[in-house]
C-alpha cells in the first residue's frame, strides 16, 4: 500500500475566516503562506519516515465556479503561487518525496 497524501482547502482555511465563493489574488496571497507553513509542519511529521509515497498539492483547482461542489477553484496564477511556495516549504524539510500537482478536472 503506498499514502499520496493529498493537502487540499481542508489543509488550512475551513474555519479561517476563508469564503471560499469570494477569494480573489489578495485572499489567496493572504492564505498561501499559512497553507505552506502547514504542508511544511505535516511534511516534517513524515520526512524520513518512507509512510508518504508522494505529496499532492491541491485537488481539481481547475474546477469551474459553477460546478464546484467539493472541490475550490483557484485561478491558474494563484495556483502557480501556491504550488511554487508549498514545493519550497515542504523541500526544506523532506528534500526527497515526490510532490505533484492537483489533478484536473479539465483534462
Given at each position: 500500500?503506498?499514502?499520496?497524501?493529498?493537502?487540499?482547502?481542508?489543509?488550512?482555511?475551513?474555519?479561517?475566516?476563508?469564503h471560499?465563493?469570494?477569494m480573489?489574488?489578495?485572499r489567496?496571497?493572504?492564505?498561501?503562506p499559512?497553507?505552506?507553513d502547514?504542508?511544511?509542519?505535516?511534511?516534517?511529521?513524515?520526512?524520513?519516515?518512507?509512510?508518504?509515497?508522494a505529496?499532492?498539492?491541491?485537488?481539481?483547482?481547475?474546477?469551474?465556479?459553477?460546478?464546484?461542489?467539493?472541490?475550490?477553484?483557484?485561478?491558474?496564477?494563484?495556483?502557480?503561487?501556491?504550488?511554487?511556495?508549498?514545493?519550497?516549504?515542504?523541500?526544506?524539510?523532506?528534500?526527497?518525496?515526490p510532490?505533484?500537482?492537483?489533478?484536473?478536472?479539465?483534462?
Amino acid at each position: 500500500m503506498k499514502v499520496l497524501m493529498v493537502f487540499t482547502h481542508q489543509l488550512y482555511g475551513e474555519g479561517a475566516g476563508y469564503h471560499w465563493p469570494s477569494m480573489d489574488t489578495g485572499r489567496w496571497n493572504d492564505l498561501i503562506p499559512k497553507y505552506a507553513d502547514y504542508a511544511k509542519r505535516v511534511a516534517a511529521l513524515f520526512a524520513n519516515t518512507g509512510l508518504i509515497s508522494a505529496y499532492q498539492i491541491w485537488n481539481e483547482q481547475d474546477t469551474r465556479p459553477e460546478n464546484a461542489r467539493a472541490a475550490v477553484p483557484i485561478s491558474a496564477k494563484d495556483y502557480a503561487n501556491m504550488l511554487t511556495q508549498t514545493i519550497r516549504a515542504i523541500r526544506s524539510v523532506d528534500g526527497k518525496t515526490p510532490i505533484i500537482t492537483g489533478g484536473h478536472v479539465g483534462g
